[in-house]
Nanobody
Framework: QVQLVESGGGLVQPGGSLRLSCSAS????????MGWYRQAAGKQRDLVAT???????NYGDSVKGRFTISRDNAKNTVFLQMNSLKPEDTAIYYC?????????WGQGTQVTVSS
């Protein structure tokens, strides 16, 4: 298991940008996959982006071309750069780690896109 702490959420206007960070309690070098999910009020938790230990990346359809996931193994941190934000991106964003059959989740960070 690994403890995850998200940061970087906040209020931003439509068209703006935010960068989320997910800090892990231990080395992420060998963790099978890390990613970001989001949950809007009254809706299910959906995939935003994942990145594997080998560098493979997958994005949810609604964020392709606008969001970028990356990882810094030296800092045990995963990032989510979010550009061209839309009101429908408003949600709680959760960091996730998957390793050897186990999932770990952070506590989430709120992102609100509104004018």
């Amino acid at each position: 298991q690994v403890q995850l702490v998200e940061s970087g959420g906040g209020l931003v206007q439509p068209g703006g940008s935010l960068r989320l960070s997910c800090s892990a309690s231990r080395s992420i070098f060998s963790i099978n996959a890390m990613g970001w999910y989001r949950q809007a009020a009254g809706k299910q938790r959906d995939l935003v982006a994942t990145i594997t230990s080998g560098g493979g990346i997958n994005y949810g359809d609604s964020v392709k071309g606008r969001f970028t996931i990356s990882r810094d193994n030296a800092k045990n941190t995963v990032f989510l750069q979010m550009n061209s934000l839309k009101p429908e991106d408003t949600a709680i964003y959760y960091c996730n780690a998957y390793h050897n059959g186990f999932y770990s989740w952070g506590q989430g960070t709120q992102v609100t896109v509104s004018s």
